[in-house]
Nanobody, 120 residues
Framework: VQLQASGGGLVQAGDSLRLSCAASGRTFSSYALGWFRQAPEKEREFVATISRTGGYTYYTASVKGRFTISRDNAKNTVYLQMNSLKPEDTAVYYC??????????????WGQGTLVTVSS
């Protein structure tokens, strides 16, 4: 599967932004999906994941309650709705996929990143 992320940009603290990640192929529903991010001079970290059917989601503690991951299998797209953004959310965001029920800690498939910058 090939992944194409979009939707990043420059926003102010407290604003919202929605990232999208479109996937190629006809087996999108066979993949667990997720988002990771990498801030400047920091290691890449997990943000959120969603199961193949969308029935299971999981978030890292720092975004829980502010971010929502969802998927539209008919559109081969996964979304990350980000609300109440903070400057510490500034990072390059990557979508990822695994052909499994749940995303692993080292996904096999990655999209290119999309930059989110949150100004204070």
């Amino acid at each position: 599967v090939q992944l194409q992320a979009s939707g990043g940009g420059l926003v102010q603290a407290g604003d919202s932004l929605r990232l999208s990640c479109a996937a190629s192929g006809r087996t999108f529903s066979s993949y667990a999906l997720g988002w990771f991010r990498q801030a400047p001079e920091k290691e890449r970290e997990f943000v959120a994941t969603i199961s193949r059917t969308g029935g299971y989601t999981y978030y890292t503690a720092s975004v829980k309650g502010r971010f929502t991951i969802s998927r539209d299998n008919a559109k081969n797209t996964v979304y990350l709705q980000m609300n109440s953004l903070k400057p510490e959310d500034t990072a390059v965001y990557y979508c990822a996929a695994d052909r499994s029920q749940i995303l692993t800690s080292h996904p096999n498939y990655w999209g290119q990143g999309t930059l989110v910058t949150v100004s204070s």
